[in-house]
């Protein structure tokens, strides 16, 4: 056990070594991985801040129920007792037609509107708050509350509450769409880094490789510089992330509140940055084994 942590030890020592012996190449190689690793990251911040803000606005929606003009109040509590018992209503609160009268009274500011009816126009309401956030099941929910008797209409906005529903759904699919174009696009871009090292040491491959050496010793110095590619270069693209949320964060705030909308910009967390380094590093790993992996088939095949 104490050899192969020496081994691993060494190799990745070495292999750090190695990088910073040449820094031009080494630069540009961490700069080539490090941009194709911020456009993604940089995306999955963008649709998890967009993500927070539909998570807003779509709260469950509400069925307003509107009584009959001439329910009395037996109709109501019996109409109230029967929201209640349903499991498929999270809520149930009662809006009495003076309560409604002097809200809207109130939201109309001076204007008196009381004195302009000899009565009050405006019938007693249920708001409802369904336990389900699925559009079918509140609009079959919808349907069944509009046909109990003293109910004169249930109203929901269904249009708007299959928008934000599309909403989710799309950004559930760009998240899953990113975390599978990063996971190959690194592998391959690994690959291909390897893959050039190992023919630039293809001679001292297979001289390794005649010494009886066996595949784990000549595969661990290139997995170990794929992960260092790898860290290092997501340390390169968190840090252009950042810098584009810094600068972009006023503009985009400035640009969304006229719409009542504010966009809070976040960052990773220490979780999601430690789901990402063991991602990178197993993709950087993988990458490299690969491309070891086929330099010794050929020689294999050439022997």
């Not at 099941?137 to 509450?161: E, G």
């Not at 190992?198 to 000549?218: C, M, V």
């Not at 110095?221 to 270069?233: D, E, H, I, M, N």
Request: proline residues 4%.
């Amino acid at each position: 056990m104490k050899h192969w942590i020496r081994l691993n030890w060494e190799a990745a020592r070495s292999t750090l070594r190695d990088l910073f012996r040449q820094p031009v190449a080494t630069l540009l190689i961490l700069m080539m991985l490090g941009i194709a690793i911020s456009l993604p990251l940089a995306l999955y911040l963008a649709v998890q801040s967009a993500h927070s803000v539909v998570g807003n606005l779509s709260a469950t929606p509400q069925i307003t129920l509107y009584m009959d003009m001439s329910a009395d109040e037996l109709d109501t509590q019996t109409i109230e007792k029967t929201l209640r018992a349903d499991a498929r209503i999270a809520e149930v609160r009662f809006i009495g037609k003076e309560q409604a009268l002097q809200e809207m009274q109130h939201s109309l500011g001076d204007a008196d509107v009381v004195a302009m009816f000899e009565e009050n126009p405006l019938p007693d309401a249920f708001a409802v708050t369904p336990s389900s956030t699925e559009p079918q099941a509140i609009q079959a929910l919808q349907q069944d509350l509009n046909n109990l008797p003293m109910i004169d209409t249930a109203q929901l906005d269904a249009r708007w509450l299959q928008t934000l529903h599309d909403m989710q759904m799309f950004l559930q699919k760009i998240l899953w769409f990113l975390a599978i174009t990063l996971s190959l696009a690194f592998v391959l871009v690994a690959h291909n880094s390897i893959r050039l090292q190992t023919l630039a040491r293809k001679e001292e491959i297979e001289i390794t490789r005649l010494l009886g050496a066996p595949a784990s010793f000549i595969r661990r110095p290139f997995v170990y510089t794929a992960l260092w590619q790898g860290l290092l270069s997501l340390a390169i693209g968190c840090g252009l992330c950042a810098w584009v949320l810094q600068r972009t964060a006023p503009q985009l705030a400035a640009i969304l509140q006229p719409y009542g909308i504010s966009l809070q910009h976040r960052f990773f967390t220490w979780q999601e940055l430690v789901v990402i380094i063991l991602i990178v590093a197993a993709l950087a790993a993988f990458g490299a084994w690969l491309a070891v992996r086929q330099h010794l088939r050929e020689y294999a095949a050439r022997a």
